[in-house]
C-alpha cells in the first residue's frame, strides 16, 4: 500500500512532470517563432518525454491501487529572452525537477516502501542524463554558438533527434 504522504507527493510530480513538458512545449514554440526548428523539433521530444515521465508516475499509481488526483498545471511563459535564456531555464527546471525526485526517494524510504524506491531508480538516473544533455547544448551556446552559423549549426545537429 502506497503511504498517503507518498500518495500525495506522487500526484504531485505528475503535475511536475506536466508542467516540465508544458514548459518544452513553449520553449518549442519560441523556437519556431525565430525559425530555429531543429531547436523547435528537440523541445517536442523533449515535451513529449516530459509526458511519458508524468504516464509512469500515473501507472504507477494505478498498479498500486492509488489515487491518481490530476492537479492544475502551470502557464508557462510565452516569450524569452534569448536561446540561451531558454536553456538556462531548462537547466534550473531539470535542476529543480532532480531535487523533487530526491526527496520523493527520501521519502519512500522513510515509508520503506520497495516498489517505489525501485521505481524510483530510473527517475534519479534519467535526472542525471537530463541535466547532463541540457547542460552540455548550454555550454556549446555559451562557447559562442548563441548567434550566426554556429548557431544554424547546432540547429541542424538538434534537429537530428528522433
Ligand atoms: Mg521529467
Given at each position: 500500500m502506497v503511504t498517503k504522504k507518498l500518495n500525495q507527493l506522487l500526484n504531485e510530480q505528475i503535475k511536475h512532470e506536466?508542467?516540465?513538458a508544458y514548459l518544452y512545449l513553449s520553449m518549442a514554440s519560441y523556437c519556431e517563432?525565430?525559425?530555429l526548428k531543429g531547436f523547435a523539433s528537440w523541445m517536442k521530444s523533449q515535451s513529449k518525454e516530459e509526458y511519458?515521465?508524468?504516464m509512469k508516475f500515473y501507472s504507477f499509481l494505478h498498479d498500486?491501487?492509488?489515487d491518481v488526483d490530476l492537479l492544475p498545471i502551470d502557464k508557462p511563459?510565452?516569450?524569452f529572452k534569448s536561446i540561451n535564456a531558454v536553456f538556462e531555464?531548462?537547466?534550473s527546471n531539470e535542476q529543480k525537477v532532480t531535487g523533487l525526485i530526491h526527496n520523493l526517494y527520501k521519502t519512500a524510504l522513510e515509508e520503506e516502501d520497495y516498489p517505489a524506491q525501485v521505481?524510483?531508480?530510473w527517475f534519479i538516473e534519467e535526472q542525471v542524463e537530463e541535466e547532463n544533455m541540457v547542460t552540455e547544448i548550454l555550454d556549446q551556446l555559451k562557447l559562442g554558438g548563441d548567434q550566426g552559423a554556429a548557431l544554424l549549426l547546432m540547429d541542424r545537429k538538434l534537429a537530428e533527434r528522433e
Open positions: 506536466l508542467d516540465s517563432s525565430i525559425n511519458e515521465h508524468a498500486r491501487g492509488a511563459p510565452v516569450k531555464q531548462a537547466l521505481m524510483l531508480h
